[in-house]
T-cell receptor, first 114, second 114 residues
């Protein structure tokens, strides 16, 4: 069974600091990868996704993620965070096995101090 | 607003009781997914329906059941409730049964079992 691990449960940064959130998955075959964000009091929203092609994908709000197949990783990055990036971030994977269900990591709570 | 609606927003009930959570997908979406979010387990996939048929099952207890109706809305039934069932229950919908289609999440139903 596929699984997703997110390295940090809580991250605290100051505005303008750079962000990198780790995500590793366990599945040996083809995968589709996602990052979702949940702002306080809001529903989960898709930040970015990777299916194939360029391993560096860009998403909304200046976020990007890099797929490194050899490391089974899909880390999320942002060069300069803002207070409005305070949210919980979830990495998710779908194994290209004919089913569309997602396996989520446990999430990383990011707090950005002004 | 994702276009996915869930009712009720909050539900407080007692152990041993039965509750029904309702989800209306985005207009035109055929696929509905149910997820449970708890502090210890994170966000876990429960069950998926596609165009009225059960498509995939995840970590769903036998006390839980779901269905998707002809108008495509879905209900999640939780019975013989236990304290550990207290969680946030999310519904998501997507256009088709494919991971290439983005899943749009509803605001969730917070269930508290006392």
């Amino acid at each position: 069974a596929q699984s997703v691990s997110q390295h940090n449960h809580h991250v605290i940064l100051s505005e303008a600091a750079s962000l990198e959130l780790g995500c590793n998955y366990s599945y040996g075959g083809t995968v589709n990868l996602f990052w979702y964000v949940q702002y306080p009091g809001q529903h989960l929203q898709l930040l970015l996704k990777y299916f194939s092609g360029d391993p560096l994908v860009k998403g909304i709000k200046g976020f990007e993620a890099e797929f490194i197949k050899s490391k089974f990783s899909f880390n999320l990055r942002k060069p300069s965070v803002q207070w409005s990036d305070t949210a919980e971030y979830f990495c998710a994977v779908n194994a290209d096995s004919g089913y569309s269900t997602l396996t989520f990591g446990k999430g990383t709570m990011l707090l950005v101090s002004p | 607003d994702s276009g996915v609606t869930q009712t009720p927003k909050h539900l407080i009930t007692a152990t041993g009781q039965r509750v029904t959570l309702r989800c209306s997908p985005r207009s035109g979406d055929l696929s509905v997914y149910w997820y449970q979010q708890s502090l210890d387990q994170g966000l876990q996939f429960l069950i998926q329906y596609y165009n009225g048929e059960e498509r995939a099952k995840g970590n769903i207890l036998e006390r839980f059941s779901a269905q998707q109706f002809p108008d495509l809305h879905s209900e999640l039934n939780l019975s013989s409730l236990e304290l550990g069932d207290s969680a946030l229950y999310f519904c998501a919908s997507s256009a088709r049964d494919s991971s290439y289609n983005e899943q749009f999440f509803g605001p969730g139903t917070r269930l508290t079992v006392l």
